[in-house]
């Protein structure tokens, strides 16, 4: 993403800047002077041929002028530039005011010669045009002093401006790149569920071919639909818990085909809680933890409850029975939800064991 502006922009605005600046400025000084003093001896100047002396006045003050507008111009880009002064607005200020307000001093100087040498036949030497002169100076040092204020203060608005939009755009890429991260790492995460959930329903299937080829049959039709559900889901980072619910309805009936009456889903849930999201086979994988781990007979019922808690969250429950020799997954299921959890919102599952009682509490997602 280029975040550079176009470098003629900031010359073609100067120019604009100058073209405007430069006749205001002398109008604004010409303005003030009849202002404070409209009999003052320097209207004399233009007594006699009028229309000579004032294209000559404004060709010497257009002139000067703009020498001083490129001096400031090139001076606050180059303050601009150096970091001592960079971010310091009062000692870049302070800095070029004093070297605008010199050379227009210095320019003046130059005009007042010039005016020695070209014309003074109707302005006689004294007090009143020493006093109009001070005056004439004063005035135009002012005005100096506030076209380079206006101007610094232009280009320091358009530097922030250029500054929000890098840094707008710099946010904006990093947002993306977060956001492909993000998805490549969910997509990661997902290529580790799928086989993990293949493994265990094979190993399932495996052993239901040995005791009944009939139920392995229905198990193995079971199993294909629930396995579509999985296909779907790992084009989403989030689904509904209705959605969801619906896979797991499926999804147990393939156990309850082996496990018959040794293990009981139970649930009750909000039809609020049943719009929000979570992360895909999230449940299932904690369904199938709890067979993994825990001892599921007719006498010794595995009871699995899925219930909305009211606060943001859905606990999923199991009595805890463990097996005597534990068995040794792979570990990815718990591992996978904890890291989707931090990937989609930042906020874990909590987890808890009591003694008669194996608790994993999920957020609930907004989409």
């Given at each position: ?45 233009y007594q006699e041929n009028y229309w000579t002396e004032l294209t000559v006045s404004l060709l ?105 939009t890098a840094l707008n755009k710099l946010t904006i890429l990093s947002h993306e790149l977060k ?11 997902k290529l580790q569920l799928d086989p993990h959930f293949l493994f265990n329903n094979f190993s ?164």
């Open positions: 993403m280029n975040i550079r502006n176009n470098k003629d922009s900031p010359r073609l605005n100067a120019l604009i800047f100058a073209g405007v600046s430069i006749p205001l400025s002398l109008a604004l000084a010409h303005f003030i002077l009849y202002f404070l003093d409209p009999s003052s001896v320097w209207w004399n100047f010497t003050g257009i002139l000067m002028y703009a020498i001083l507008f490129g001096l400031i111009n090139f001076l606050s880009r180059w303050v601009s530039r150096k970091a001592l002064f960079k971010n310091n607005l009062l000692v870049h200020f302070v800095l070029t005011t004093l070297v605008v307000v010199i050379a227009m001093f210095l320019l003046l100087c130059i005009e007042d010669w010039f005016y020695d040498w070209y014309c003074t036949d109707n302005i006689v030497p004294g007090p009143e045009l020493e006093r109009a002169f001070r005056s004439y100076v004063i005035v135009n040092l002012v005005v100096a002093a506030f076209v380079n204020s206006f101007y610094n203060a232009y280009v320091f608005f358009e530097r922030w401006k250029r500054d929000i956001e492909s991260a993000l998805r490549a790492e969910l997509e990661v995460l399932t299937l495996t052993q239901l071919i040995q005791i009944n080829q009939a139920d392995a049959q229905l198990f193995l039709s079971n199993l294909s639909r629930v396995y579509r559900y999985v296909l779907a889901a790992s084009k989403k980072n989030i689904v509904t818990l209705e959605e969801e619910m619906k896979f797991v309805q499926s999804y147990f009936h393939l156990i309850k085909i082996r496990q018959g009456e040794a293990i009981a889903l139970h649930t009750s849930l909000t039809a609020a809680d049943l719009k929000k999201g979570i992360p895909p086979v999230t449940l299932q994988l904690l369904i199938e933890n709890a067979i993994k781990h825990n001892i599921s007979t007719i006498q010794q019922p595995l009871e699995i409850c899925i219930e909305s808690s009211g606060d943001g969250f859905i606990t999923v429950r199991n009595n805890l029975q463990l097996m005597k020799i534990d068995y040794k997954g792979t570990g990815l299921g718990l591992s996978n939800i904890r890291k989707q959890y931090q990937l989609l919102s930042g906020t874990e599952p909590r987890i808890s064991t009591t003694e008669s009682a194996f608790v994993v509490a999920l957020p609930l997602l907004n989409f």
